[in-house]
């Protein structure tokens, strides 16, 4: 195939798979309800360690306990789905989240917070890789930049509407309890929605090179062929990146530094940070509608030099905004909204980019090795590391390192898939096709 032509299939085969935007509706509403609850103990956490007695390098092990006990429950949710389906996996994992956030609500100590939020990181984890397996299953390679976007900007921008509520919990000792407890419930209440209103569109739906086939078409599933994602160039670079995505930090220990080492109070330190959603959520949606543009004027390698840039540009933004100290709460704003641009680049451009380079049947586990294994276990570094190195370096210069330093290292990484991307995804492309001629020669 002509590394000019566009990565993208000539027909817009997702265009007849059913109920696609109410399913992304749908699985927008668990991840923001999964992610918010998963998220909140960083926003609530000075005024949970007022409570409990607690330190920086708490909320570190607290962060790394939870993502260490979400490696294996990312493949496992997503194994699951084989066995009882989409629809009653992503049910169960939010009733779940939902039942342990509400228990963490009654902690009295360290060991009774720890337990229950890394039970509920390993149930909420799960979300993650399902919800971009049914993108993937249920839009064409051009269209999921744009359903990407849709689907992390559209939690973000609800997330807006929870921060002032949670505001207004932490100005009481005991109002982080009531943000676990009301969170859990929304859990809950979500996962009622998924049993009611979710359509599984099936594996591989918007393949065109698959349409009009049955799922029969599409490859079992084995050890050996999960195993054979490493040896995919381009995922095994994606791997590497996350291992290097030092970005990650800023969601963990963001608000604990404007607290500890900016002097700003809880409550006005987790409203400094809604910039940050609203830089993110509006650069995802622009990016999903954008990117396929992209795609024609550079084929293959339009997502490279964006992924690339994202991460240089984080870097230069941590840089001017967590190095130096500013009097005006404004400026800080600034810069938290910078990050969340940058930020927000990622989501439109590499879920597409790893969807292209592997094959329908290996996608939910692919997501899940990516997502909640190398990710989770870079969270889990991260999360600790820097917990531990608080005390020594301060978070300020944890940050210059992990923040900055690091992050312009994984731009540089990324550069090899301009060399790795074309060739992975014309194969996958080439693989779909020999399929389609067997099944219509059958």
Avoid at 22 to 45: K, M, Q
Avoid at 303 to 311: E, F, I
Avoid at 405 to 425: E, F, H, Q, S
Wanted: aromatic share 10%; glycine share 8%; net charge positive.
């Amino acid at each position: 195939m002509d590394a000019s032509a566009s990565t993208a299939p000539a027909q817009p085969a997702a265009a007849d798979v059913p109920h696609r935007w109410r399913n992304v509706a749908i699985i927008s509403g668990v991840t923001v309800v999964d992610n918010t609850e998963a998220g909140l103990i960083n926003t609530i956490f000075p005024t949970l360690a007022n409570s409990l007695r607690l330190d920086s390098s708490h909320l570190g092990i607290i962060g790394a306990l939870g993502k260490v006990a979400s490696v294996p429950a990312g493949p496992f949710w997503v194994w699951l789905t084989t066995k009882i389906g989409r629809r009653a996996t992503l049910s169960v994992i939010t009733v779940a989240g939902g039942l342990f956030g509400i228990a963490a609500g009654f902690s009295q100590n360290f060991a009774t917070i720890l337990l229950f939020c890394t039970l509920m990181s390993a149930s909420v984890i799960g979300a993650v890789p399902i919800a971009m397996t049914v993108v993937t299953d249920s839009f064409a390679d051009e269209q999921r930049a744009r359903a990407t976007g849709v689907l992390y900007a559209l939690p973000t921008l609800i997330g807006l509407l929870i921060a002032p509520a949670l505001a207004m919990f932490l100005s009481f000792p005991d109002g982080w309890r009531w943000a676990l407890w009301t969170l859990g419930g929304a859990c809950i209440l979500a996962g009622l929605v998924v049993t009611v209103w979710f359509k599984d569109p099936g594996t591989g739906a918007a393949e065109k090179q698959l349409a009009g086939l049955s799922n029969e078409q599409t490859a079992k599933i084995t050890l050996g062929s999960v195993l054979g994602l490493f040896r995919i160039p381009t995922y095994a670079v994606m791997m590497v990146s996350r291992l290097l995505s030092g970005h990650l930090l800023i969601t963990i220990f963001g608000v604990q530094f404007l607290v500890t080492e900016r002097g700003l109070s809880n409550t006005v330190a987790a409203l400094v940070a809604v910039p940050f959603s609203v830089g993110y959520a509006i650069t995802t949606l622009a990016a999903g509608f954008l990117l396929p543009k992209l795609d024609r004027l550079m084929p293959y390698r339009g997502r490279v030099l964006v992924l690339q840039l994202a991460q240089i540009l984080f870097a230069a933004a941590a840089f001017f905004g967590t190095q130096f100290r500013y009097e005006d709460i404004a400026l800080y704003s600034v810069f938290w909204g910078l990050l969340g641009i940058c930020q927000g680049l990622n989501p439109p451009v590499n879920r597409p980019l790893v969807a292209a380079v592997v094959l329908p049947e290996l996608r939910g586990q692919a997501f899940a090795i990516w997502l909640t294994v190398f990710e989770t276990i870079a969270w889990a570094l991260f999360s600790l590391l820097a917990g531990m190195l608080a005390a020594a370096l301060s978070i300020q210069g944890v940050f210059l390192w992990l923040l900055v330093l690091l992050m312009i290292a994984n731009g540089l990484v990324l550069g090899l898939l301009y060399r790795t991307y074309p060739r992975d995804a014309r194969r996958v492309e080439d693989t779909l096709e020999l399929r389609r001629r067997e099944a219509l020669a059958d």
